[in-house]
């Protein structure tokens, strides 16, 4: 046994001789209120914290609509009236508290606010958040997403969020390494909880930027089915759901079932069926549009230049492409528990969900083999073909489309399964050992992605040296002809009969991803009390955790091999374990006195030891102090781990089409301000003239990433401070303001390709150049961005919340909430010791990626008895467009360089009569359109403004208790 490893399990006695047990963690979602009505198992770090179990699909409409602050939970118009001060556990410590002396800063989002908003998928509600970034995947990512969807906090990425389900962590997508929104069914989801803070001191990796937690509908003795349909206002992005649970108690309630289950379908959006995304914009002066691999092809000269008589109009690729994923979702959940008595409660839970996703994108281009491959770079036509009338040698760009659009089909089947035991040991001690196992397999079906062997056949190229992409090329008409099913064909005509089946091709790629979790938890919420007057209780937990995670990618053999059309990628396979243990303390100093309502301080620690890298220590502080009940103040101060993932350490070297435009492009050259004649010099001394070259990929350049075995993980250190406000002279109003910083060092990425880019032929660090290979023909063939620890984030900004809830009459009441975040800075180095660039209310516009300054979700909420009005507001400030280096300018051929402020509106009316719930709303009722971003995409930017992309959008619902 290695020391460090001996180190957890010295530190885990010590902690369990001193304390006999500690805090469950599954008691750190155990509900302590005495008003418990149905026997309850002890729920996990994350679990709801109402009293009584939800009823419905449809939240009743007296539920508050508005993101609240964990501390306040005033959730209905009863919580409203009431001054029972209830414990519970809130996603940030393992001990209860009660809801008004919480250090930790964290959101919560009830069941109403996600079923009022229409939201089909988890994904999609987040997106609404103003602490939830944009620097993630999502149903808008047609291009490679997968149909995925993926959270992140505060713009820092999806790496660095860690996503629990009730407190535990669960199975991840295998081919993105994040938790898919898209398999969490709304309806089966009872409350979120965002710790919007570092979190690895208590969950160990990955909780950088903070904790989502969402908590599922357990341990229910009624029904519920519920319905609901959608429509965009277009008459596509047509959506249907179907859900229903049960649940049943026995035993004289000490045992309890809960079963669910449902199936989710979304329509998808093309893209020519929106104008402002069709044809699509490629360079900031509006000049050039659409692709230039053409379904007619253009030829070139052996030098790059364009042959005589070439039409040069350009292809409007957005005809064939998708702008939101079609969704299928299915899911099953059980969950089950057994009270033998107070020292022993036996629970399990399984999730089960398979999504199928589909994309289109218009016919595959080709202008020679991707990289890395050894097939021949360039589409050469020797002279002595037949087909070939120019008298020369020359290369063709062509794009394919009698093959068809390329059609991906993604199948990914998700499954986790939770066993413990949890209840007393003795005299307030409580346990929670538990075993978590998780899996997710990914099947990615391409079709018509095209076989660039078969292809060079067809075409009669012979490739002198196999083993050479820049080898020579003759005419030999039987590489052709000594083939089976092989078909000689006019490289200048589209393909047909038996050499267009020959050419064509399906692919299958396909991931797998395993977690084993073994956890014990121990915690006390009064071991002590403070031996003084006015002093409080010592509470302590404790824990040990064992963890390991593997996973595989499995491309198919065309792609490793780099006979196909599409991206080159290679095997990726590994996997890590690490053993830790944490230690959390609360100490009460002062309560109910002279300018001590309530003074606290908490302490957190884990120690980790990797089996990848060694070991790493994580701690955390707060303080809680409340000088009066109207008035609370807090802090915290901490550190976190992220561990390099999987792909980061053992990814195979792949083929990636960045976003970006070449600086020797004629219409990108200009844009570099007083450095566009150092950009152009440096263009021709590689023999490019930019005065009229133009980049083949339209805003793509060829990027080779991959992972890297020598990463070490990434640190970070945040801080918050804040104050809330809950005047008791203004009945059912509270406000709170919120300073949060993060610093994040040894960031673990891919340079951006821009970047890379600009920093080379600016002259800004020419050492990058290295790094850039072109062709014959001066196009890049690739750009190599590989993961590395480069740089560092840091971030911070202030958050506002407020909550009035106003009886009017006895039957009508009025909720007003206000969740606004405030980015202060955002800044970010790409190298240790570099420059670090400011991207605060900037947007990359070729990076996918923007940092508003504003961001804000309003809600207001009309209740009368059983109806309710709820009107909803997103507000996006503009931002300023940036290339990564530099803010966009206009002049010099510059058109637009910045995006407006944008305002999103919706509506919901909702109507509850005996045991049925109504609801119906209107999304973007202004059917305002997203602003143009020239992403040389879809013309905006989906990761921010996604929520535009259906245009005004209607749903309906009806749900029946039982």
């Not at 809130?90 to 964290?106: C, D, E, I, K, Q």
């Not at 794009?399 to 986790?416: C, I, L, V």
């Not at 064909?489 to 979790?517: I, K, V």
Request: charged share 15%; hydrophobic share 30%.
């Amino acid at each position: 046994m290695n020391a460090s490893r001996r180190n957890v399990l010295l530190c885990a006695s010590i902690l369990s001789v001193g304390a006999f047990s500690s805090p469950a963690i599954a008691a750190a979602e155990h509900v302590h209120a005495k008003r418990h009505l149905l026997h309850h198992k002890p729920q996990l770090r994350s679990r709801a914290v109402s009293n009584a179990p939800v009823v419905s699909g449809v939240t009743p409409a007296s539920s508050v609509g508005t993101v609240q602050r964990a501390r306040v939970g005033k959730n209905t118009l009863a919580s409203v009236e009431s001054t029972h001060a209830e414990e519970v556990t809130v996603t940030g410590s393992m001990l209860s508290t009660s809801r008004n002396a919480n250090a930790n800063p964290v959101q919560i989002v009830t069941s109403k606010q996600i079923m009022q908003s229409g939201s089909t998928t988890m994904g999609d509600f987040l997106a609404r958040l103003p602490s939830i970034g944009s620097n993630s995947t999502n149903n808008t990512n047609t291009n490679g997403g997968g149909g995925v969807s993926c959270a992140d906090i505060r713009n820092l990425g999806q790496q660095r969020v860690l996503v629990l389900i009730d407190g535990k962590r669960t199975a991840v997508n295998g081919s993105s390494n994040c938790v898919d929104m898209n398999t969490i069914p709304v309806q089966l989801v009872k409350q979120v909880e965002i710790l919007k803070d570092g979190g690895s001191e208590l969950y160990g990796a990955d909780a950088v930027s903070g904790v989502i937690n969402i908590k599922l509908r357990h341990d229910i003795s009624t029904g519920n089915i519920t319905m609901r349909g959608g429509i965009a206002g277009q008459g596509d992005d047509k959506t249907g759901m179907i859900s229903a649970y049960k649940g049943w108690n026995f035993d004289d309630r000490k045992g309890n079932i809960t079963l669910f289950g449902s199936y989710m379908t979304q329509g998808g959006v093309r893209q020519r069926n929106r104008s402002w995304a069709d044809p699509v914009q490629n360079d900031l002066g509006g000049s050039s549009f659409g692709s230039a691999y053409t379904p007619q092809g253009r030829v070139y000269d052996v030098s790059g230049n364009l042959m005589p008589g070439q039409k040069t109009t350009r292809y409007d690729f957005s005809q064939d492409q998708m702008l939101l994923n079609r969704l299928q979702n299915a899911t099953l959940s059980g969950d089950a528990h057994y009270k033998f008595d107070k020292h022993f409660n036996l629970y399990s839970n399984v999730l089960y969900s398979h999504r199928n996703s589909y994309t289109q994108m218009a016919a595959e281009p080709s202008a020679g083999s991707i990289p890395p491959s050894n097939y021949a770079s360039l589409l050469y036509i020797n002279k002595e073909n037949p087909f070939n009338t120019y008298g020369q040698d020359v290369t063709l760009r062509k794009r394919y489309n009698e093959f068809g659009p390329r059609k991906t089909e993604d199948a990914s089947d998700t499954y986790t399964a939770k066993v413990g035991l949890d209840g007393e040991i003795i005299h307030n001690w409580m346990y929670d050992a538990s075993y978590t196992y998780g899996w997710n397999q990914d099947t990615s079906h391409m079709v018509n992605m095209g076989n660039y062997a078969h292809l060079m056949q067809v075409y009669g190229m012979d490739q002198l040296d196999p083993n050479d992409p820049n080898s020579a090329i003759m005419y030999n008409p039987g590489v052709c002809q000594g083939s089976a099913g092989c078909a000689l064909a006019n490289p200048f005509a589209p393909l047909s009969g038996q050499a267009l089946e020959y050419a064509n091709a399906t692919l299958n790629n396909h991931s797998y991803y395993q977690l084993r979790d073994w956890n014990v938890r121990i915690h006390n919420n009064k071991v002590a009390r403070l031996p003084w007057k006015n002093g409080g209780d010592f509470a302590v937990a404790m824990g040990m955790e064992r963890r390991s995670e593997s996973e595989t990618f499995k491309p198919d053999p065309l792609i490793t091999s780099g006979q196909s059309m599409t991206n080159t990628q290679n095997y990726t396979g590994g996997g890590f374990h690490v053993w830790e243990g944490y230690l959390e303390g609360k100490l009460t100093l002062l309560k109910n006195t002279t300018m001590a309502k309530d003074l606290s301080i908490d302490g957190q620690g884990r120690y980790s030891s990797y089996n990848t890298f060694g070991s790493a220590k994580n701690w955390k502080a707060a303080i809680n102090w409340s000088p009066v009940r109207d008035v609370h103040f807090r802090g915290t101060l901490g550190t976190s781990t992220r561990q390099p993932s999987v792909y980061e350490l053992y990814g195979g070297q792949s083929m990636s089409y960045a976003t970006a435009m070449d600086p020797c492009d004629m219409n990108q050259v200009g844009t570099y301000g007083a450095q566009s004649s150092t950009v152009a010099l440096n263009c021709a001394q590689q023999g490019i003239n930019s005065q009229n070259f133009q980049m083949a990929t339209s805003s793509q350049v060829p990027s080779i990433v991959g992972g890297n075995s020598k990463l070490r993980p990434e640190l970070g250190r945040t801080y918050t401070f804040g104050v809330e406000l809950t005047p008791r002279w203004v009945r059912g109003f509270s406000a709170s303001v919120e300073y949060w910083h993060t610093r994040v060092k040894n960031t673990i990425s891919a340079i951006p390709t821009q970047y890379l880019l600009d920093q080379c032929y600016t002259g800004a660090n020419t050492g990058y150049c290295s790094s850039i290979l072109r062709n014959s023909q001066g196009q890049i063939q690739t750009a190599t961005t590989l993961d590395a620890n480069l740089g560092g984030l840091r971030t911070g900004g202030i958050d506002f919340d407020m909550d009035y809830h106003l009886r009017v009459t006895p039957r009508d009441m009025v909720l007003l909430s206000n969740n606004l975040q405030d980015t202060i800075s955002y800044q970010q180095q790409y190298l240790p010791g570099g420059e670090w660039y400011n991207y605060t209310g900037r947007l990359q516009y070729n990076n996918a990626v923007g940092f508003p300054r504003i961001r804000d979700y309003a809600t207001l909420t009309w209740q009368h008895g059983p109806i309710g009005l709820t009107y909803m507001m997103q507000y996006t400030s503009g931002m300023v467009w940036n290339t990564t280096q530099q803010d966009v300018v206009p002049g010099n051929g510059v058109g637009r360089w910045k995006t407006p402020g944008m305002f999103q509106h919706d509506v919901t009316l909702n109507y509850r009569l005996n045991r049925w719930n109504f609801e119906a709303g209107i999304q973007n009722i202004a059917n305002k359109k997203p602003p143009f971003v020239a992403s040389g995409q879809d013309n905006s930017m989906g990761n921010l403004y996604g929520g535009f992309y259906p245009g005004r959008y209607f749903f309906t619902q009806a749900g029946l208790n039982f």
